[in-house]
């Protein structure tokens, strides 16, 4: 099985090529040039350089969300077009998933992924390592909350491995929170990468999850947008 994998949910992101587990190539920038303006580009490079065409492709994995708003809708509506150009199925990833993967080797902690989400929350959920899968056990729903509110859900006798962009700007606060109890992931781990949107979309398939229709795929959210929240307030 050949995967298109994309990741749009941060300004961290990219496109992958892989196909049973393997990884084929990968692009992923860091910029604040928009997906919109590069996205298609990256997958066009992979191609050539790869000597692929689009007949290679049989799925379309798409990191879910939660994350920015535009750079999912991004995301998904690129993935939604090439898939049901080439009639072929999508499945999405949940951004957070992704992330945590990137500590899959974790043995003892609790690991827990933070976005900045901005107005002053992140995206956050938790996981267990499981030495029976080769991937973290989810055990808390996708949540957008203040960071500090993060000390009322983790278990007060466990320590907890925090990744993800979040940390730039709540260290301070997770470790006035936690203590000796938090451990930081390095900066290198904290963003989610296209090719772990494909690895993980292959698990779930294997584990008999079913790949969605392209057009009502949806983005995870978490929360209403700043604008919708306005329009909520003002009746």
Not at 118 to 140: A, E, M
Request: glycine content about 8%; proline content about 6%.
């Amino acid at each position: 099985m050949a995967i298109l994998c994309l990741e749009t949910s941060s300004l961290t992101g990219g496109a992958a090529i892989i196909s049973r587990g393997r990884i084929l190539g990968e692009v992923i920038l860091s910029t604040k040039k928009t997906h919109s303006r590069r996205l298609i580009s990256n997958i066009l490079w992979l191609l050539d350089e790869l000597d692929l065409t689009w007949e290679t492709f049989d799925l379309v994995a798409i990191g879910q969300g939660p994350g920015s708003f535009t750079g999912l809708r991004i995301g998904i509506a690129t993935a939604k077009g090439f898939a049901m150009a080439r009639s072929l199925p999508v499945m999405g990833v949940p951004t957070l998933d992704v992330i945590a993967q990137n500590a899959f080797l974790e043995q003892s902690r609790l690991i827990c992924p933070v976005m900045d989400a901005r107005r002053n929350q992140v995206y956050t959920s938790l996981y267990r390592p499981d030495p029976g899968l080769d991937r973290p056990k989810r055990i808390l729903d996708y949540i957008a909350i203040e960071p500090a509110k993060l000390s009322d859900l983790i278990p007060k006798d466990n320590h907890v491995l925090f990744i993800g962009d979040g940390i730039n700007r709540y260290r301070e606060l997770f470790e006035t929170y936690f203590n000796k109890r938090a451990v930081f992931a390095p900066e290198y781990m904290w963003f989610p990468h296209p090719a772990i949107v494909g690895i993980l979309a292959e698990k779930m398939i294997n584990e008999g999850q079913k790949t969605a229709d392209p057009s009502i795929l949806t983005p995870i959210y978490c929360r209403l947008s700043e604008a919708e929240e306005k329009k909520k307030q003002n009746g």
